[in-house]
């Protein structure tokens, strides 16, 4: 592989690091959202302040944690405390981003982590919520990383673990949702999606390089809104792959 | 108050608080030795059909070592309240559960728990009502508290609440609406600590999960610690103590017992040994050689330990997070 060259992965951690805003507090989550917040923290967000959900706050990221409760995610950290007091903190409304993944999600950004098929058939059980909803629910802002293809982006999910827009606009404040929290953002092994304001629905945002909007579209099984201007996200850049694989998951963990 | 939803999904045990007040305090103020083994702990408190918890999360500070004797002591149908990494698994492999709060079973960097899925949906499982890690924790923080129930503002609107024994009300304060989640009463808490004495007052270093809330929403509480401290150690650092021993039903002493999983600097976790459960228990027969070699092959957590041998755990020893 030449220097430049990279993997989907690689990419789709550079377009979810660019998400982040410095000096803003983040509920991170195993695998790539880890990989993401280090590499904004060591880019465009030092301020970053960490947050995972069995009690470490302000962890200074040196080594890549593996599970959300080891050691690394309290590494000299600001705070150890417990997960009541996390999810707690976010339901106060201190947490602004949360990273998200899924079996399936559909056009309103709803997740499903809980079972395929009938929940009480499944036909695959799955590990089930974890702190997905509660980051789903609580944070101001939440960003879910997908494989893009018509098996994961789907017109229902199975199972609404964690709650986008549930049905549309305004169906979050109505269930009893926070005000003015939900998704923003997909970052997906394609492109970068948001939503569009007035109805909640999923929006191309960017294409990755040498991806078109056809092959986004013939991937998504919903219908997607096409904006008329769509962007094109840049490639890591020689920095953010140095970063990615000599400081970051050197031993190749996730990469 | 007009309950404008609820949950299906079973309340395994409905919170009786004035049971539960009693229950407390018939139990011992008494500053007595606790101390016992693995196996005399799980055998006098762990019982079949129990309603049962660990606490954090199988590659973490996790209570390994007493989830292995619960495995070879063959507890069966036993309702199993939670998040879980590796000992949740152990006990869906050896096919010890019937019931689950589940809010998290899988393997994290790894994904997708095959005993989970053999478990569930062949069926084995009867039950499994849905809950968020938050939600969960939520619940015994309300039985901490001593009341029935909790409101938050975590599951609403979602197939996760709809399957769930949560209920949503309109707050008659606010107007919002909330969701209510019962206060939740284990038979049997499972919690690993880094040390304690030999009544039971225990500490933790580094996050403390769930510790606070599970001791204190557990009838029985069987503590095990990497080390056993005298009770002068405890009174000269009480603000380290997450748990009061008068919660205590059983100490156990064992060094190592998170293995394979971590313990906030003390050691860090055998990747290798993880990986050979992920890659093992793919199919009902390698997880059951996994079963053989390391928990009924060995008749306590000192075999164990000695089966895996002084040189790699040293090894773990070196390579575990310092605080600098």
Redesign the interface.
Request: aromatic share 12%; charged share 25%.
């Given at each position: 592989m030449s220097d430049r060259a990279y993997t989907k992965t690689e990419l789709m951690i550079c377009v979810a690091a660019r998400l982040f805003q410095d000096g803003t507090t983040a509920f991170i989550g195993t695998g790539v959202p880890m990989l993401a917040a280090m590499l904004a923290n060591k880019t465009i967000a030092p301020n970053l302040v960490p947050v995972f959900e069995f009690g470490g706050t302000g962890a200074i990221l040196e080594n890549l944690p593996r599970a959300v409760g080891e050691s690394r995610t309290f590494h000299k950290a600001l705070c150890a405390s417990g997960i009541c007091d996390t999810m707690e903190t976010a339901q106060r409304g201190f947490i602004d981003y949360g990273f998200l993944g899924g079996a399936q999600i559909d056009c309103y950004g709803n997740l499903n982590t809980t079972t395929i098929g009938d929940h009480d058939h499944p036909k695959a059980r799955l590990p089930g919520s974890g702190g997905g909803n509660d980051v789903g629910s609580l944070c101001w802002m939440t960003v879910a990383l997908m494989q893009h293809d018509t098996r994961r982006f789907v017109p229902k999910v199975d199972f609404v673990t964690t709650p986008g827009y549930l049905t549309g606009y305004g169906a979050r404040e109505a269930a009893g949702l926070p005000r003015g929290s939900g998704p923003i953002n997909v970052v997906s092994t394609l492109a970068l999606m948001d939503y569009e304001p007035a109805t909640c629905r999923m929006r191309l945002a960017a294409t990755n390089p040498g991806v078109t909007v056809q092959e986004v579209i013939a991937n998504t099984g919903f219908e997607l809104i096409i904006p008329d201007k769509v962007g094109v996200n840049e490639p890591p850049s020689a920095q953010e792959l140095r970063l990615l694989r000599k400081e970051i998951d050197p031993a190749r963990f996730y990469i | 108050m007009q309950v404008l939803e609820s949950g299906r999904g079973e309340l395994m045990r409905p919170p009786d608080l004035e049971a539960f007040r009693e229950w407390n305090r018939n139990k011992s103020r008494r500053l007595v030795d606790k101390r016992m083994t693995e196996q005399e702990a799980i055998s006098r408190f762990v019982t079949d059909g129990c309603y049962i918890g660990t606490e954090?999360?199988g590659?973490?500070?996790c209570p390994m070592s007493l989830c292995r004797e619960v495995v070879r002591q063959g507890k069966k149908n036993l309702n199993v309240c939670g998040?879980g990494?590796l000992e949740l698994d152990l006990w869906l492999a050896a096919g010890l559960v019937k019931k689950l709060d589940?809010?998290?079973?899988?393997l994290?960097?790894y994904g997708?728990?095959s005993a989970?899925?053999r478990a569930?949906?062949s069926?084995q499982v009867e039950t499994?009502v849905?809950?968020?890690?938050?939600?969960i924790?939520?619940r015994m923080?309300a039985t901490a508290m001593g009341v029935p129930f909790i409101p938050?503002?975590?599951?609403?609107?979602?197939?996760?609440l709809t399957?769930s024994a949560a209920k949503?009300i309109e707050d008659p304060f606010t107007g919002?609406?909330?969701?209510l989640l019962p206060a939740l009463i284990l038979d049997v808490g499972l919690i690993h600590v880094h040390r304690a004495d030999c009544h039971g007052n225990a500490q933790i270093d580094?996050?403390?999960?769930?510790?606070?809330?599970m001791a204190r929403a557990s009838k029985r509480l069987i503590i095990s610690a990497e080390e056993i401290v005298p009770t002068e150690e405890i009174r000269r650092h009480p603000d380290r103590t997450i748990i009061p021993y008068y919660l205590v039903d059983a100490v156990v002493h064992a060094p190592f017992g998170s293995h394979p999983g971590?313990m906030?600097?003390l050691y860090?976790?055998e990747?290798p040994l993880i990986r050979e459960w992920v890659e093992g228990s793919k199919t009902a027969e390698g997880a059951q050689a996994y079963l053989d070699k390391y928990v009924y092959g060995v008749k306590n957590h000192g075999e164990y330990v000695d089966l895996i041998g002084q040189e790699r755990l040293t090894q773990l020893v070196a390579e575990?997070?310092r605080r600098?």
């Open positions: - | 954090l999360y590659t973490v500070r998040q990494v589940i809010t998290y079973i899988g994290e960097v997708t728990t989970l899925r569930v949906e069926g499994c849905e809950w968020s890690n938050g939600a924790s939520w923080k938050t503002r975590s599951m609403l609107g979602t197939d996760t399957y949503v919002l609406k909330v969701c580094g996050i403390s999960g769930f510790a606070a809330e971590e906030a600097y860090g976790r990747e575990r997070e600098e």
